[in-house]
């Protein structure tokens, strides 16, 4: 069971804007203003949304396919790994590690034939933490890639920098400390000269900003999070994962200023891009949080994590506490999803739960349209291309459904074995992780 809670903390003029801002199917200032992009330059795609093309647009890609059946090329992938593959100018990136954490690898492929061009070992651990389950990996960050440049990260185990021409190792950091627990999740942003990385450990919370060009810190922001469980000693009751995170920053600007949103247990704050101040932050009762924030309409959503699960659809402006004064509304319960990130097409906001419900609200309300059960596990965000939703599952099966205020079904395509990486896109083909290959996906 679940429920949606509206807040009346919007004047009523207010909320008759971004009522009518939403069904003007107004989008708020964010990367994804920009041209339809042909590559797939970090986690959640070009414009970090998981938006392959704008509403309305179409560049063919496949609707179905099998093991038998418009498949260009399936490489194996060594060890293991779920990071999102990034593609830029006809290569491939992506990250994997050996299963007990010791060694960790980067590899180059060829987007048109799947050749492995470069598979380097980047860096090694003498003693890594215990994962501790299958739902991370050691090299479950997400790379991001821009001309000349891939930016390559295992989180405290090592961040590189690597020439895409020559496949030289331009600078590499080792020394930003975290105590993962269960392995790094938050994935690179790119933003201006600024290579921004996450770590929320067990011991340690922070967001750091490393100079593109050199490796040096550009700016390090703890977080402020007021823990309340604490002895009287001020030694923490719960440990693990009561601290950690994994999500991925997402950069909006509102006012005219670039804001950082990065979401961490029991919290979720706006930084100031450029600098690394904070601008404002939320409170909630959620811990380990995963999935990537999204903006549109004016309008932040973003899941506050574990026990209890929220969605959370909130006004991005403001400063200090906004707790209180900045949510519209929430959902609660089923539907919430704790690893596959939310997706907002035009004025509907799509939800995939771990458990393979499918949940299409109003954007500005929270009022439920529809849901649907597809089956099967979850942790794979989805992605928008053609008018459709594109939501991959852990045992092998992609669901295509169309866009819109109906549940329909347009085809479910079978794999040998599932994904727990995200899809992604280049030109016409896409591009699946699956545990053991990559495949390009594409109609002849």
Not at 318 to 333: C, F, L, M, P, S
Not at 379 to 391: H, K, W
């Amino acid at each position: 069971m679940h429920y949606c809670r509206r807040f009346v903390n919007m004047s009523s003029v207010g909320c008759m804007v971004v009522m009518t801002l939403l069904a003007a199917g107004f989008v708020g200032t964010t990367q994804a203003d920009a041209e339809t992009a042909t590559g797939w330059p970090e986690f959640r795609g070009p414009w970090g949304n998981g938006h392959v093309t704008a509403p309305g647009e179409s560049i063919g890609l496949p609707l179905e396919w099998s093991e038998d059946d418009n498949i260009a090329w399936k490489t194996p992938i060594p060890h293991q790994g779920w990071s999102t593959p990034v593609i830029m100018d006809g290569q491939v990136w992506l990250t994997t590690a050996t299963e007990d954490g010791h060694k960790f690898f980067v590899l180059c492929l060829d987007a048109a034939t799947g050749e492995v061009l470069f598979h380097e070992k980047l860096f090694h651990s003498d003693d890594p933490e215990p994962l501790g389950n299958e739902v991370n990996s050691y090299a479950s960050p997400s790379p991001a890639i821009e001309p000349g440049r891939v930016y390559i990260h295992f989180g405290s185990y090592g961040t590189a920098c690597i020439d895409t021409e020559t496949f030289e190792t331009l600078w590499e950091r080792t020394d930003l400390e975290c105590r993962h627990y269960r392995g790094p999740g938050s994935s690179v942003l790119l933003y201006e000269d600024l290579v921004v990385l996450t770590f929320d450990g067990a011991d340690v919370q922070y967001l750091a900003a490393l100079n593109k060009h050199t490796g040096e810190t550009a700016w390090k922001t703890h977080r402020s999070t007021e823990w309340t469980d604490l002895d009287d000693d001020g030694q923490p009751l719960r440990e693990g994962d009561f601290r950690k995170a994994f999500t991925t920053p997402t950069v909006i600007t509102v006012e005219g200023r670039d804001l950082l949103i990065s979401p961490g247990s029991f919290s979720a704050f706006a930084y100031d891009a450029r600098t690394g101040e904070e601008i404002w932050h939320t409170t909630n009762e959620s811990y380990t949080p995963a999935p990537r924030p999204v903006f549109g309409n004016d309008m932040l959503f973003l899941t506050t994590g574990r026990g209890p699960s929220e969605l959370w659809a909130m006004r991005a402006d403001g400063e200090g506490d906004v707790t209180d004064t900045h949510v519209v509304w929430t959902v609660q319960g089923r539907p919430v999803p704790e690893e596959p990130s939310p997706l907002l097409v035009g004025d509907l906001l799509y939800l995939v739960s771990n458990r393979g419900i499918v949940t299409c609200f109003e954007a500005a309300t929270g009022d439920e349209v529809w849901n649907k059960r597809l089956g099967g596990n979850y942790l794979a965000s989805p992605i928008y291309a053609d008018g459709r939703l594109y939501v991959v599952n852990t045992q092998g099966r992609t669901t295509v459904l169309k866009e819109g205020r109906a549940p329909e079904i347009l085809a479910e395509n079978e794999l040998d074995t599932g994904c727990l990486a995200s899809p992604a896109v280049a030109d016409n083909a896409l591009f699946l992780r699956t545990r053991t290959h990559l495949y390009r996906i594409e109609a002849p």
